[in-house]
């Protein structure tokens, strides 16, 4: 790597603290199946009246990132303007025989796997662009996959601002104390991306470290 | 005998790789079945472009994809992130159909290696 480049991304986070922007790029990341559309589809319905995508139980049902341009989020009279993008699922293995488990025929199945690496890439290469993430875990799961830990390391590697978002509280097995205790450094915020619950707390956060 | 090979890579050797040199011994040695330890791990960045080029590599019927293990980066404090600090810290990596992750946390991390393929 040249030495103009290292240095640049070195210093990118300082760079950041004193150039914010009015309208910040924020990417939400997480694993397969941890409800990142639901949440884009839950913040679009309510700023907006729209969704940006379907959901699926068979992983990777997002195999393409989406980007909806300013979103108009306001609490307590504070206000903040986001573009979101809603990135695939991230995963360091993927297999098309997980997806004939869910009914598909092996050449949907074959096609959705192929899609699917291309998403992770995509997924990956967005990181450059961003000015904030939005992690999505699955409050039901272990937050210690490698997946969780590399999003988190190139999240701070980059210097942007994080907040990762424990979803499904809705569920009687989660623990988002669980999410809190592996990344200790982040603020967490607990949800339901689709119940609403807990939404109002997600969005006053939003205002607070992406305004 | 048959058995899984574990190729266990020291800090100096992995010190005096480049990214992408690094990258390729893993993807390669994983690809022939093989469990790699590194001692010191890798660096963020490095973690996704291996998943970057593990998934150009997926070719859906002898190689879906790898397992990585390793422990959550310390919290880098601010002259380190201005000066740049050591990699990651220890690092398992396998075939995904091999290598199957029993439970981890901030410090221990319990694997199983299976022999078939």
Known sequence: ?211 | MEGVQLNLISKDRLDKMGSMEKIRMILDEVKRGKIIVLESGLTPEEEAKLIELTMLEIDHEKFVGIEVESYPQKTKGFFSKIFGGSGGRLTVIGPANRLKTIQKSDEFIEALVSLEK
Do not use: C
């Open chain 1, 1 to 211: 790597m040249g030495i103009i480049v290292k240095i640049k991304k070195k210093f990118k986070f300082l760079f950041k603290l004193f150039s914010r922007k009015d309208r910040m790029k924020i990417g939400i990341y997480g694993p397969p199946n941890a409800g990142k559309t639901t949440l884009a589809n839950r913040i679009l319905r309510d700023w907006t009246g729209d969704v940006m995508g379907s959901v699926s139980d068979v992983p990777h049902e997002t195999r393409r990132a989406r980007l909806r341009e300013g979103v108009k989020i306001e609490v307590d009279g504070k206000s903040v303007t986001i573009d979101i993008v809603d990135t695939p699922g991230l995963a360091t293995k993927i297999d098309f025989h997980e997806f004939l488990k869910f009914g598909l025929s092996e050449e949907e199945a074959k096609r959705r796997a192929k899609e699917a690496t291309e998403g992770v890439i995509e997924a990956i290469k967005w990181l450059d662009d961003l000015d904030g993430v939005l992690m999505v875990l699955d409050a039901t799961e272990d937050p210690y996959t490698q997946v969780n830990v590399t999003i988190v390391g190139n999240i701070e590697a980059r210097g942007l601002p994080l907040l990762i978002v424990a979803n499904k509280i809705d569920l009687p097995n989660a623990s988002p104390a669980r999410i809190k205790a592996a990344f200790p450094q982040h603020p967490v915020v607990p949800i339901s991306a689709l119940k609403g619950l807990n939404i109002d707390t997600l969005y006053r956060e939003i205002a607070e470290r992406f305004g």
